[in-house]
């Protein structure tokens, strides 16, 4: 059920954050999105041609509130030039088919995740049959698992098709809406495929989810079949957040919530969570060996491993991924099923 808490309205930018950003040509549009989760950011930045990073996605009003926040600068979506997409989920995308198809403006992504957009629901299908295995591995009931064979992509009802014409190379020197100066870096934790671009000039990056204010974000699984190792666990998103944190950022506007400042702070307190939460799973496996699920429903109880069934097993998994490879725990088969155990040596 959509969360009143969560409505785009009471993410609209207050004063001192909206001055800020209109210094440096930037305007953040805070969208609707069906999760208990803060609005998405689609982030005008205006130039010739003007310029949208991310687009969210076909849901609620989300299409006439694009159309009032470029309003009150003038412009309409016909105006749009560029569309820059941060990575292939469908909150951050779904609705950059049709304003590229209503304003002809030129949609680019880094090339390495181009796939993932133009092929969405393509690869959706086969990731959920590798999610499908790891619950069956995991020893997930029977009624569960069928519950999330069943679930649909809801690609037709949230996003449209998109073309990519434009792929980018990560650390390319691009200018973005004319007049931004910036760089894609890649960031992966969240997905294998998160970019993030920093405008070095103005000291602001555009996070999309690598970078949240309230909490780190959740790294979603996916079948390590789909991109190289080192672009998925904990691991990875760690060694993104301390990039990012090195850079002299005056302000992130994250995908999620309000822009803010003092980012080192701020990724500092994500990295001492996810290490409080990786001494909460040592604690579990050392009462003895349990599955990926087991382990789940310890650390986040039965009841919201029932309901956020996805996001507390992609979380559980890569945490205790990260444990075997620091070598605090290792696997073994019982049945059909994989077990993590402390490991002590």
């Known amino acids: 059920m959509f969360a009143k808490r969560f409505l785009a309205e009471r993410y609209i930018p207050q004063a001192d954050e909206r001055d800020a950003l209109a210094a440096a040509g930037i305007v953040r549009i805070p969208l609707n999105v069906p999760f208990q989760v803060e609005p998405v950011n689609v982030v005008l930045l205006l130039g010739d041609p003007p310029a949208l990073i991310d687009t969210g996605m076909r849901y609620r009003d989300n299409w006439a509130c694009i159309k009032r926040g470029l309003s009150e600068h003038g412009l309409s979506i016909s105006d749009i030039g560029e569309l820059w997409l941060t990575h292939p989920h469908l909150d951050h995308f779904g609705l950059a088919g049709d304003i590229a198809q209503h304003s002809g403006a030129q949609v680019r992504a880094w090339h390495k995740g181009q796939h993932r957009f133009e092929q969405y629901e393509a690869l959706w299908s086969h990731d959920r ?3 499908l295995s790891f619950l069956r ?12 064979r ?6 037709h009802e949230m996003a449209g098709p998109v073309v990519i014409h434009r792929p980018v190379a990560v650390q ?3 200018w973005m809406a004319g007049r931004h100066r910036a760089t894609m870096l890649h960031v992966p934790g969240h997905s294998p495929w998160c970019t993030a671009f920093w405008l070095e000039e103005s000291g602001i990056l555009l996070a999309g989810d690598a970078v949240l204010e309230r909490i780190p974000s959740n790294p979603i699984y996916y079948p390590n079949d789909v991109s190289p190792p080192e672009w998925q666990g904990l691991k ?7 990039r990012l944190q090195e850079l002299p950022v005056q302000r992130v506007i994250p995908g ?7 980012h080192r702070k701020i990724i500092s307190r994500s990295l001492l969570r996810l290490e409080q939460r990786q001494t909460r799973m040592r604690d579990v496996l050392s009462r003895g060996p349990k599955t990926v699920y087991e382990v789940a429903e310890a650390v986040f109880s039965p009841q919201l491993t029932k309901k956020a069934l996805f996001l507390v097993m992609s979380e559980s998994l890569r945490h205790l991924d990260w444990l ?3 070598g605090q725990a290792k696997t073994f088969l019982r049945g059909n099923h994989i077990y993590y155990q402390a490991d002590h040596r």
Do not use: C, D, K, M
Request: no cysteine; hydrophobic share 30%; aromatic share 12%.
């Open 129 to 131: 049959e590798g999610y």
């Open 137 to 148: 591995a995991s020893n997930v009931a029977s009624e569960q698992i069928e519950a999330a």
């Open 150 to 155: 069943r679930s649909p992509s809801h690609f």
């Open 172 to 174: 390319e020197g691009l």
């Open 236 to 242: 990875t998103y760690a060694r993104s957040l301390r």
């Open 256 to 262: 999620h919530g309000f822009s803010f400042t003092n």
């Open 324 to 326: 075997v490879s620091q």
